[in-house]
């Protein structure tokens, strides 16, 4: 009988050590959940502070990379805009430079032939001094016309190559065109204008080949 109070006693004893250690388990589970909790929240905070830093430093990266873009293009530009200046500077320049060599190749060709048609005017006088010797009665001879016709395609000759005679009587005297070697009294032409041709003169385009020798009226 003794004996088995004794195991019952012993297994209510157990039951309430159970009991116990279960409730004891039970609190602190308790407490490590409501531990964990505030850690969790913590974890959530430190994940959205990073979230939050990392689009900044996107931004930021978005934007330097954008000036820098942007700086870079400016400076293309930039050079761009010198070259384009240069090449235009050496075309202007060769523009130029080509413009004076046709300018200075034309005016070597016209000095050039204008020295060798200096050389004709002495014989284109002496066909007019021979010819205005010629009689009246003579003039229909056919020497005579041959001459003349001679002398006639001279000039035209010369006249097609751009020589042509200077203007003179009744003019101002242009000492860029004229020589004024005496004066003569006139009442014909008036004061200062030239009264008479002593030689004629001849220009080939802007040339002189040979100044008008003339006669002034005094002023």
């Known amino acids: 009988m003794a004996d088995e109070e004794i195991k019952k006693e012993a297994a209510e004893g157990t039951a309430d050590e159970a009991a116990e250690a279960g409730k004891e388990a039970a609190e602190n589970e308790n407490k490590e959940t409501a531990g964990k909790e505030p850690e969790t929240e913590k974890q959530t905070g430190s994940e959205e502070d990073g979230k939050e830093v990392k689009t900044e430093n996107v931004k930021k990266f978005r934007k330097d ?5 942007d700086k870079e293009k400016e400076a293309l530009k930039e050079q761009v805009a010198a070259l384009d200046d240069k090449v235009k500077r050496q075309l202007a320049e060769f523009e130029n430079f080509r413009n004076r060599t046709e300018k200075e190749k ?8 204008a020295n060798v048609l200096k050389k004709f005017l002495p014989v284109l006088d002496n066909f007019e001094r021979g010819l205005a010797t ?9 020497f005579v ?11 035209t000759e010369l006249e097609n190559l751009g020589v042509e005679p200077i203007e003179a009587l009744g003019l101002p005297l ?8 005496t004066q003569q009294e006139s009442d014909e032409y ?15 385009h802007d040339i002189v080949l040979r100044y008008s020798m003339v ?5």
Request: net charge negative; aromatic share 8%; with cysteine.
């Open 65 to 69: 990379k954008a000036s820098k873009a």
């Open 106 to 113: 034309a005016a070597s060709y016209d000095n050039g032939a």
């Open 134 to 142: 010629v009689p009246e009665d003579k003039k229909e001879d056919p």
């Open 145 to 155: 016309q041959g001459v003349d016709k001679v002398y006639k395609q001279f000039v």
């Open 174 to 181: 242009d000492p860029n065109l004229h020589n004024a070697v």
């Open 190 to 204: 008036e004061p200062g204008t030239i009264c008479a041709e002593l030689q004629k003169g001849y220009k080939y």
């Open 215 to 219: 006669a002034v009226v005094p002023e």
